[in-house]
């Protein structure tokens, strides 16, 4: 049985960092299509943050420059740092994987998800 666990979240202030983690049991990361970190913000529809398909990551434009995706095959756990928090990123984080993926941010792609994490950044 699949299974995604995140880790991380917590409060930061504006311009901080966060680290979130996402460890997966039950499959390997590499014999995945794709996979990517979701985000839902209170009273806003969950959206995609970053993505891995094929060695190759996507951003939203919201995030680009300030969030990074990898992901460690060895360990079996992918990552997203974040930095310079900005309170608009405020929201339930979620890990996914895919196993096969037109687009990386494309919600409907991905059969496995976490549960979330809560990250809270304050002004």
């Known amino acids: 049985q699949v299974r995604l666990v995140e880790s991380g979240g917590g409060s930061e202030q504006a311009g901080g960092s966060l680290r979130l983690s996402c460890d997966a049991s039950g499959y390997i990361y590499k014999s995945m299509g794709c996979i990517a970190w979701f985000r839902q913000a209170p009273g806003k529809e969950r959206e995609g943050v970053a993505g891995?398909?094929?060695?190759?990551?996507s951003y939203a434009d919201s995030v680009k420059g300030r969030f990074t995706i990898s992901q460690n095959n060895a360990n079996n756990t992918m990552y997203l740092q974040m930095n310079s928090l900005k309170p608009e990123d405020t929201g339930i984080y979620y890990c996914?994987?895919?196993?096969?993926?037109?687009?990386?941010?494309?919600?409907?792609?991905?059969?496995?998800w976490g549960q979330g994490t809560q990250v809270t950044v304050s002004s």
């Open positions: 891995l398909r094929g060695g190759v990551a």
């Open positions: 996914a994987a895919g196993l096969w993926c037109s687009s990386a941010l494309r919600q409907a792609a991905y059969n496995y």
